[in-house]
């Protein structure tokens, strides 16, 4: 997690003279300037007793805020949202993904996670493109999986906007900075020192594809120690994403695996059994049911949970299985080249449950021989 007092200097609104004296003597952070006393500053940033207080008392706000009362709150709560290019489900969801939260899309390979994620990426980069009043829009899209595509991301953007012509596409596939990881560590590292970059690019979008890859990869969660080890981990990386969405008014989208459980359905996270090699299977028999991975507490870190499952082929459902501002909902969509296209049907409801606990259909080995 992101401590208040970890905040760089940069952020907090201090003058330009201050910060360049702050970065000769190697303070950086807000708790690099609290954690000295007022004389050690004086020395350090050569300033006066009434400007080294000065700026203790601007850093001291930032890094800790002053409380809202729950009717400024109340005023304050303007959403405002970030289209996904899905009309119907822009509709229900009250105008797209709420900026400033986590939202997860979560379902078996071969559903359309990383092309939703594409499809949002093409939409917020060619935003600027299409409209050359306003600054530059970036998206940050983390890669976990070698599962990014370039050409996929211009196909999308070029027929979803047909009238692009080559300086365009250009500029759009430029707006998208793409970051690949390996391991848990290194993909926590770059979170943790991804303000500057938000802020120096511009940043409208964030995206990890995928959250669950690597913490799969690296902790056996039949372990118990290790389970408490991930869980751990992934609750600091879902406190750094919402700090991010937060602070810079962006929307942050993740995609999550499936897993199989085993047990009734009230049972915790201990139960769960990673299963990577079912992903393309139907679910199992008695006793198991295919979920959302990574288990009840992590359902619980992310605002919004969007889940993609199989229908009959070609068709596929996603459902919003977690909402802040709607209600449970289904909706039918095929992808083409302009990636998700919903069928003419429009929304359905369905009825839910526990978000951790939804069963979400896979492919059967019938569909799988075919």
């Known amino acids: 997690m992101i401590k208040m007092s970890s905040i760089k200097l940069k952020r907090v609104g201090l003058e330009n003279d201050v910060l360049q004296k702050c970065s000769r003597a190697k303070l950086s ?47 304050d709560q303007s959403w405002q949202f970030c289209e996904t290019g899905l009309k119907d489900l ?21 559903c359309g996670k990383t092309q939703f994620c594409l499809m949002v990426a093409s939409k917020v980069a060619h935003m600027s493109v299409s409209n050359k009043k306003i600054p530059t829009q970036s998206v940050v899209y983390i890669d976990t999986e070698n599962a990014f595509s370039a050409e996929r991301l211009v196909e999308i953007a070029t027929s979803n906007n047909p009238d692009m ?9 430029s707006n998208v900075h793409i970051f690949f990881e390996e391991t848990c560590a290194s993909l926590l590292n770059r979170l943790e020192n991804m303000e500057e970059f938000l802020i120096e690019k511009n940043v409208k979008l964030m995206v990890v594809d995928s959250i669950a890859s690597l913490v799969r990869k690296e902790f056996d969660n039949q372990l118990n120690k290790n389970l408490i080890e991930r869980t751990n981990l992934l609750a600091k990386e879902a406190n750094i994403l919402k700090y991010l969405a937060e602070s810079f008014s962006i929307p942050v ?59 009959n082929a070609p068709y596929r459902q996603i459902l919003i299985a977690k909402s802040p501002v709607a209600p449970f909902a289904a909706f039918v969509y095929r992808i083409q080249k302009k990636g998700l296209v919903l069928e003419d049907e429009g929304s359905q409801s369905y009825k839910g449950t526990d978000p951790g606990l939804q069963h979400i259909r896979v492919r059967s080995s019938l569909e799988n021989m075919g």
């Open 165 to 173: 012509c080559d300086e365009d596409i250009t500029e759009l596939a």
């Open 29 to 75: 952070t807000c708790q690099d300037i609290l954690s000295k006393n007022e004389v050690e500053l004086m020395k350090l940033l050569d300033l006066g007793l009434f400007e080294v207080r000065s700026v203790l008392h601007t850093v001291s706000r930032k890094a800790c805020p002053q409380f809202l009362t729950a009717l400024e709150m109340k005023k």
């Open 253 to 311: 989208i993740v995609t999550n695996q499936i897993t199989t459980r085993y047990g009734k359905r009230e049972e915790t996270e201990q139960q769960e059994i990673d299963a990577d090699t079912s992903e393309d299977m139907e679910t199992p028999g008695e006793g198991g049911y295919v979920t959302a991975a990574l288990g009840n507490t992590w359902s619980h870190c992310v605002n919004t949970r969007l889940i993609v499952q199989y229908l």
């Open 90 to 110: 822009d509709l229900v969801l009250k105008g797209g993904l709420p900026i400033a939260t986590l939202t997860e899309i979560a379902g078996p390979s071969g």
